[in-house]
């Protein structure tokens, strides 16, 4: 008797907590939860123009409203990523594998990346290659360095990372097409980089610093190249020319975001900006709508509320342009000439693109996992005097 009452007061206080939990999860998020279902509903509908793709999107707003606002979420997962620590677990395993999380023998956190055919996205890209040929315009696809390096990083010898593979096919297949390649891995290799150094320890992207250096490497390969010299005096690609500031242990990136801060630690995060007079216009187009803000490069480009935000949670990394859009239109005021640049990206070039800017009258950034039009049809409308690939992953292709 004793037992069956200890379980039903188990159960009961499992019932509150669930549905306190509930409560405490969808009260005070409520117009955030409708913000979300409303914009899953809208692109549920645009992938599917029918009730299928409708109730699809809806599903999928509910879910991510609600597990973005759940109750307790970040204490959750720091305990769990600590109890996962203490096991000393190297693989922790997600719902969505690619979305695992390993740490390799250095203590930074990593994705795996699977296999791809990378076949059908060098075909676009020598289609891309020919237009621009037969308009005389230079075309760079800027390869940015992986975060598993060979000979560098071991993973667990369960995980096989096709990364590297996947690059270096990929390039191969480029090249064939006679696409001009800039590998900035095989770049750090001959500029001594620190390994470390290159990447946060809890988040997939480059650095700050590492993304302004790559800057300078693309800049001067223009230079020996094409002949085109962006920056003549070495003063845009200059980094004590910059402000750093230096935010100490804030930033649990999109790794560490999965396994909590005691699991692989926390980042720094440094912000840079120019120390000299700019003056600039960027519009975002998102799916839903654009903005436009205007001022220096700090008041038009950089996010402050991702800088000043207290939760370690958030993405710091996005403080340049806020994260990733369809279409950000970037006017240079102080531009020295009326050269117009247009990027096709993943998010490794929101930094990137930042300081590119700084040397030309007008940059373009697309990023075709959102933008719905053509690339080629985009070139033709906006006539740019270079165009500039800027990935990482062949993942992030559309």
């Not at 390993?102 to 994705?111: A, E, T």
């Not at 390039?171 to 590998?183: I, S, T």
Request: contains cysteine.
């Amino acid at each position: 008797m004793k037992k069956v009452t200890l379980q039903r007061v188990g159960i009961c206080l499992f019932c509150v907590t669930l549905i306190g939990g509930g409560i405490l999860t969808i009260g005070p998020n409520i117009k955030s939860i409708a913000k979300q279902t409303l914009s899953g509903m809208k692109n549920g509908y645009a992938e599917k123009a029918t009730i299928e793709g409708l109730l699809k999107g809806t599903i999928g707003g509910i879910e991510a409203g609600i597990s973005d606002s759940v109750f307790g979420k970040e204490a959750y997962i720091n305990l769990y990523g600590l109890s996962e620590r203490l096991l000393g677990k190297h693989y922790i395993r997600d719902t969505n594998l690619v979305q695992s999380v390993i740490k390799d023998n250095n203590g930074q956190l990593q994705f795996a990346t699977n296999k791809v055919d990378t076949t059908p996205y060098a075909e676009e890209i020598g289609q891309v290659n020919e237009l621009l040929k037969e308009k005389n315009v230079p075309f760079i696809y800027v390869q940015t360095p992986l975060k598993v390096i060979e000979g560098y990083t071991q993973l667990p010898a369960s995980v096989i990372d096709y990364a590297e593979i996947n690059t270096d096919t990929f390039k191969e297949q480029l090249e064939e097409k006679d696409v001009d390649v800039l590998d900035l891995r095989e770049n750090v290799k001959s500029a001594g980089l620190d390994y470390s150094t290159l990447f946060y320890n809890t988040d997939h992207h480059w650095r700050t610093q590492t993304a302004f250096w790559a800057v300078g490497e693309v800049v001067q390969y223009l230079k020996e190249s094409t002949g085109i010299n962006l920056d003549p005096n070495h003063y845009y690609t200059d980094s004590s020319n910059y402000e750093e500031t230096f935010y100490k242990q804030n930033f649990l990136g999109s790794q560490g975001r999965r396994v909590g801060k005691y699991y692989g630690g926390l980042d720094d995060y440094t912000l840079m900006t120019p120390n000299f007079d700019t003056s600039y216009e960027v519009k975002i187009t998102k799916t839903n709508g654009s903005t436009v803000a205007e001022g220096t490069f700090e008041e038009a480009i950089i996010k402050k509320n991702l800088l000043n935000a207290t939760s370690v949670f958030t993405n710091r990394y996005a403080s340049y342009f806020g994260g990733d859009f369809p279409e950000v239109a970037i006017k240079n005021k102080n531009a020295e000439n009326d050269f117009k640049v247009l990027i096709v990206k993943d998010s490794f070039a929101l930094p990137f693109s930042a300081f590119f800017s700084t040397m030309v009258s007008e940059t373009r950034m697309l990023d075709t996992r959102y933008y719905e039009g053509e690339v080629t049809d985009y070139i033709n409308s906006y006539n740019p005097d270079l165009v500039l690939y800027v990935y990482k992953s062949i993942n992030t292709q559309k």
